[in-house]
Structures are given as structure tokens and as C-alpha cells.
């Protein structure tokens, strides 16, 4: 069954410094997401992304975070300059497109960003 | 803004008995979606609901939308030990934003064999 992946599943960084989150959607969904969990709250959305440009977007996603779609198959999230405040799981999704705009999303197993 | 809030917090039963776990809104929504979180995991899609569709069956799931009382309640027949996890609703808006989905806090449920 085919499902979201995402790279890695663990980054440790330092404050201040750049970080690239990797994800790689089901091959034949059309929309991406992605959302973050800090540790013990809730499931917050961050951005979502149809045909190479942002659909919408949270208070949370301001200038420090980009996304991109670099190429046929992956789907980043960049933060510069991260803050202790950024650790958290951040989940990517996926979903076709369908009539209606019910979106069923598929989530990948999450990448836990620790910042120190 | 629309949110989901779910109750109880947690949920603790044996094996075999039903787990009903609810869920409110604010706001008018497109559809409400369950998804499921083992610990430390990915999120686990269950079953969509579209708000205009009152119940939903998937297995021993069992889904329910009241968009008069802004709610919505999924059951689990039949517990098993493996249905241990975090359980979340989440909204989908009503006009087409991209589908952003808000999601609540989630109930922690918990099945002792």
C-alpha cells in the first residue's frame, strides 16, 4: 500500500541553524501539507500546497519556513533560523484531489526536530 | 476558528467492551475525519464523514455527525488491546481552502487485555 515517507525520522540541531524536512507523498496525490505536534498538544496545521504555490497557510508558517517541491517526488520544509520554541514532530501529508473538497489525508510517520 | 475538542481526555476499558469517544466543533464544516496515533507515531486516517451524512461504518467503527449540535462521536465495538492510542477528530473547512484540517486535543484510550 503506498504511503508517505518522510527523512529523517529524527534531526537534532542547534539554534539559529537551517533545517530541511524531507518528504516523499503517495505519487498520485496532488496536495501536500504539512503539520507539526509539539510535544503533548495538539496537531497544528502549517501550510498546505497545490500546483507548485501555497494554498493557505497558518500565523505559524511566517518567513522563517519555505516549502518546495524540488522535483517529481519530493516535498521540503525548510525553517531558518530555528528556535528552541520549533522543536516538535513535524508530520507531512498528502491527498488526492476530490470532488467536493473532501480531502482524505495521509500522514507520514513524522520527523522529530529537536532544537538545542 | 473551527476546532475540534474531544472528550473524554482519556478513556480507559477491557478488552471486548465499547469505547465511544465525542467530539465538538465551532464553526461549519465540510467534513469531520478520525484519525488514530500510536505513540510517537504517524497519524493513522479512519473514516471521513461529510457534513451532510449523519453516520458511517468502517469494521467496528462506528462514526456519527451532528452538524446541529456541531458534534460528532466515534464508536469502537469490540475493544482490542491493539485499538490502544490517541484518537482525533479533525475538521475540514467548509469552502475549499486547500483542505487544512484543525484538530483537537484527541482522547487518550487506553484497552487493558
Known amino acids: 500500500e503506498p504511503e508517505v515517507t518522510q527523512t529523517p525520522s529524527h534531526q537534532v540541531t542547534q539554534m539559529g541553524q537551517e533545517v530541511i524536512l524531507r518528504c516523499v507523498p503517495i505519487?498520485?496525490?496532488?496536495?501536500f501539507y504539512w503539520y507539526r505536534q509539539i510535544l503533548g498538544q495538539k496537531v497544528e496545521f502549517l501550510v498546505s500546497?497545490?500546483?507548485?504555490?501555497?494554498?493557505?497557510k497558518s500565523e505559524i508558517f511566517d518567513d522563517q519556513f519555505s516549502v518546495e517541491r524540488p522535483d517529481g517526488s519530493n516535498f521540503t520544509l525548510k525553517i531558518r533560523s530555528t528556535k528552541l520554541e520549533d522543536s516538535a514532530m513535524y508530520f507531512c501529508?498528502?491527498?488526492?484531489?476530490?470532488?467536493?473538497?473532501?480531502?482524505?489525508?495521509?500522514f507520514g510517520p513524522g520527523t522529530r526536530l529537536t532544537v538545542t | 476558528s473551527q476546532q475540534g475538542e474531544e472528550d473524554p481526555q482519556a478513556l480507559s476499558i477491557q478488552e471486548g467492551e465499547n469505547a465511544t469517544m465525542n467530539c465538538s466543533y465551532k464553526?461549519?464544516?465540510?467534513?469531520l475525519q478520525w484519525y488514530r496515533q500510536n505513540s510517537g507515531r504517524g497519524l493513522v486516517h479512519l473514516i471521513l464523514?461529510?457534513?451532510?451524512?449523519r453516520e458511517k461504518h468502517s469494521g467496528r467503527l462506528r462514526v456519527t455527525l451532528d452538524t446541529s449540535k456541531k458534534s460528532s462521536s466515534l464508536l469502537i465495538t469490540a475493544s482490542r488491546a491493539a485499538d490502544t492510542a490517541s484518537y482525533f477528530c479533525?475538521?475540514?473547512?467548509?469552502?475549499?481552502?486547500?483542505?487544512?484540517?484543525?484538530f483537537g486535543q484527541g482522547t487518550e484510550l487506553s484497552v487493558k487485555p
Open positions: 500546497f497545490y500546483n507548485n504555490e501555497i494554498s493557505e
Open positions: 464553526t461549519s464544516i465540510n467534513n
Open positions: 501529508a498528502s491527498s488526492e484531489v476530490r470532488a467536493g473538497g473532501h480531502y482524505e489525508q495521509y
Open positions: 464523514i461529510r457534513s451532510n451524512e
Open positions: 505519487s498520485n496525490h496532488l496536495y
Open positions: 479533525a475538521t475540514g473547512a467548509l469552502y475549499n481552502q486547500g483542505g487544512k484540517l484543525i
